[in-house]
């Protein structure tokens, strides 16, 4: 067996005239000469020219778009336009072939829609290959930036007993019949004849078992799988996500937007310096996908662009009530234009408003703080009432260009009285999380972290517009296939 060369090395190869053997699948085949290659190790293909003329017909009709191949050949400094390394065939295998009149991916634009449905064949596109080289790569410097920081990758849970916030978006974890669920007495499922002899669920959120973990090891993060039973078929949200949720002791709410400030901007220019290729391909994709609308719905910037502007400038660091001020006095609200209107303090921010603030106001990524307390989780630490006895916690949210939220996060309530209280008015059940509470009676500490939904983050990098399309298998409602 020969050893093959990837794609990617090739193409990069500072030596010509050496034989190769490289392995792929064909992406085009056109005036039975000139093969267009891909490994998946870069969206460039190479180019294999073939000798038709002393090539076995039936071999020729075998090498079609999808069709696995292996060539061995020579690599030379190539001729023609667009590549400058190119691999003369001297034998072609066919390794699998693939039906022309079957496959499902041609060699023309396909709607990201169709694709899709496609969505166990549409790696094989240059579009999804892009996106998912940089997706590994965001993953991989996630890591890199914790990790030279000294943070310890906690693994919390993916089945857990409650549904800590209480939202209500929790998947149930059972393995009961289900056409014959025990029942107590009463009438109610009995889930202590339940696998875990108690109900559960699939996780939300690792934060409250990674507070416990900071409570000892200080810098911790988790990056790991989080279900929501959301039935919003938005843009946005996905049934299943990975979400990166750091906490850190000590930490107050300055040193937790300078922590996720300073992650977004580390990955962000590791993917630019890693993955230019797969960028500039992906900028020119949203460029075309631009000229389709009206020049005033363009944006101004293009993805390099706007990736760029993201590492250079400093995000604008301001308080709800002071963005509630500037909804309040905003155009869009004044003519009317908003969905729903600001009328006064109090109510959360639409994702017309938060993106209002960032794309038309300020024109930067922003972060906003201390939320009101009434719409925000039991765990935010308390602010003193304002002058006008408006009450609000110490929370944060980061909202980017064209995607709204991308962190939530804030400094948590370390006084056990004050978190006790949130918890009553809250109808948090306090014995349920008994083990969250030990940690405000035994050596409790000012702490902080934040919840990054992963693909948001790759939904900015890439410039895509909807959040299936940068995770390879979405789980939305009403499908889960593949
Ligand atoms: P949103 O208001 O957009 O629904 P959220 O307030 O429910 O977000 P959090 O509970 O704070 O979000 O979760 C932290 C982060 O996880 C969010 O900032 C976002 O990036 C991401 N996130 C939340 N829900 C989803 C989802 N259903 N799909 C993908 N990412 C999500
Ligand atoms: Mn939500």
Known sequence: ?????????????????????????????????????????????????????????????????????????????SLGKGQTVEVIAANIDILGDSDPEKYPIQPKKHSLEFLRENAHLRFRTSTFGSIFRLRNSLAFAVHQFFQERGFVYLHTPVITQSDAEGAGEAFHVTNFDLNNIPKTDTGEVDYKQDFFGTSTNLTVSGQLEGELGAMALSDIYTFGPTFRAENSNTTRHLAEFWMIEPEVAFNDLDDNMDLAEDMLKYVIKYALDKNPD???????????????????????????????????????????????DILKESTPNKKKKFQYPIEGWGTDLQSEHERYLVEKHFKKPVILTDYPKAIKAFYMRQNEPDAQGRETVRAMDILFPGIGEIVGGSQREERLDKLEQRMDEMGIPKDELWWYLDTRRFGACEHAGFGLGFERLVLFVTGMGNIRDVIPFPRFPKNAEF
Do not use: H
């Open 1 to 77: 067996m020969s050893q093959r060369t990837k794609i990617k090395a090739l193409l990069q190869s500072q030596q010509t005239d050496i034989d190769v053997t490289v392995k792929g699948w064909v992406r085009a085949f056109r005036s039975n000469r000139f093969i267009a290659l891909n490994d998946g190790s870069t969206n460039n293909n190479i180019q294999i020219v073939v000798d038709f003329e002393n090539t076995d017909p039936a071999l020729l009709k075998r090498i079609t778009v999808g069709a696995a191949i292996s060539v061995s050949g020579k690599l030379i400094a």
């Open 278 to 324: 797969d960028i500039e391909f992906l900028t020119q994709r949203l460029q075309e996908e631009e000229k389709q609308k009206p020049q005033n719905e363009r944006s101004e910037m293009s993805l390099l662009e706007k990736l760029q502007f993201c590492l250079d400038n400093d995000f604008e660091r301001l308080t709800y009530t002071e963005a509630i």
